[in-house]
């Protein structure tokens, strides 16, 4: 990838953000330092900020992201590589294909093609899993090329990734514009995750923002706090709000074809380098056709 240098910058008197990065953007021009905050590459601390009137105070610590998505290259079966270094990869993975095999299910994998891809150019290497995607859920996935560095990813996770959003459509309309679930998750024997008592299975928090809605869905913006198993699923049902087409956790509509689950953001510190780096893919457009007006 042919990535400028990531760039920090240190505040040192109040104003706001935009003609922050105007100053030290001179060459660039106004409509491409907008485009900057437009498409999240501009962190304040350890938050992604859009807004171009965020107000800076001395201190703080402006960092210019990298933007992954610059590269997209298709490698098999709807898969398609936004980034790949000696490290890491990162992949945009469609509906419908499994993260890894199951001891049940042996078919085609992320894992497998991206494996193949690898080994198409260094027969000895091999990938890592680092996370996993249900598998009708679409998005951003990231794979390790080396045992030691997916242990870093893993153990260090909640350190190393800044974001991970998502994007759910979910059956009807959501009353609170804003919201958070925080429940405990338990299993059941049908493998199916649960809203369980205080105490009992594992705590999860879910942050959700409605971004969209008519009478009949709504689409969210969801945030995780914790990365429990089906939780944006089985929180999204506890609040009468299934994912559609989700038959597992209540879902009765299906007007798109596939599950309304999407993960669209991700934000991570390099385990080698340190370099932040953040990927963002579209909503998709199976997700938007449910509110065009008819």
């Keep these: 990838m042919n990535l400028d240098k990531q ?29 900057m905050l437009t498409r999240g590459q501009v ?16 201190g703080d610590n402006i960092t210019i992201l990298n933007v992954g998505s610059l590269e997209n290259k298709a490698i098999g079966i709807g898969v398609a590589i936004l980034y790949e270094d000696e ?5 945009d993975k469609p ?29 000895k290497e091999r990938i890592f899993i680092v996370h ?22 893993q153990d260090n996770w909640k350190d190393v990734v800044l974001e991970r959003a998502y994007i759910a459509l979910v059956e009807g309309a959501v009353e609170n514009d804003k919201g958070t679930i925080k429940t405990w998750l338990k299993e059941s024997n049908t493998k199916t995750m649960y809203v369980s008592r205080p105490g009992e299975g594992v705590p999860a928090i879910t942050h ?16 995780l706090d914790t990365g429990r198993k089906n939780q944006i699923r089985a929180h999204l049902q506890s609040i009468g709000h299934s994912v559609v087409g989700d038959r597992r ?13 999407h993960a669209n953001k991700l934000s991570f510190r390099h385990p080698v380098t340190g ?8 909503i998709p457009a199976k997700f938007k056709s449910v509110f065009a007006v008819q």
């Excluded at 996993?132 to 990813?153: N, V, W």
Aim: glycine share 6%; hydrophobic share 40%.
């Design 7 to 35: 760039r920090v910058f240190t505040v040192e008197k109040e104003g706001l953000l935009l003609p922050f990065l105007l100053e030290k953007h001179p060459q660039k021009g106004r409509n491409k330092v907008k485009a």
């Design 43 to 58: 962190m304040v601390g350890n938050s992604v900020i859009t807004k171009h009137n965020h107000a800076l105070v001395p």
């Design 87 to 91: 490290h890491i990869i990162v992949i």
């Design 95 to 123: 509906p419908g294909l499994l993260s890894v095999a199951t001891d049940d299910e042996k078919e085609r994998t992320a894992f497998r093609i991206v494996n193949e891809h690898v080994q198409s150019q260094h027969p």
């Design 132 to 153: 996993r995607l249900d598998r009708e859920t679409s998005g951003l996935m990231m794979f390790a090329k080396s045992e030691p560095i997916k242990h870093q990813l």
């Design 208 to 223: 959700y923002e409605v971004l969209r809605k008519n009478s009949e869905f709504s689409l969210l913006a969801v945030h």
């Design 249 to 261: 956790y209540g879902s009765r509509k299906n007007p798109i074809g596939r599950l309304g689950l």
């Design 275 to 282: 370099e932040t780096l953040r990927f963002e893919t579209a």
